[in-house]
């Protein structure tokens, strides 16, 4: 299972279906804790790119156009 948290004012929009999830986060910041599935992959789209998870918790902040990612556990691309 994959638990999102987000922020105060973090805005997302969810694309869940059959062969991958995809997650826009508009904008905010937003921790993420996912079991990796290869068949199912986890990718996190922001304005300054694109995260795709490898089995792990990390958090993604999106503002004014400039991304951070901290990962706290496992592996990001």
Known sequence: ???????????????????ARKITL???EASFA???????PF??????????????EFNVINHDGALTVTVREGIVM
Do not use: C, M, Y
């Open 26 to 28: 508009e904008r905010g």
């Open 43 to 56: 990718t996190v789209q922001t304005s300054a790119g694109t995260i795709t998870d490898i089995g792990t």
């Open 34 to 40: 996912v079991k990796h599935n290869p068949d199912h």
């Open 1 to 19: 299972s994959t638990t999102i948290v987000l922020n105060r004012g973090a805005a997302i929009e969810a694309r869940l279906n059959a062969k």
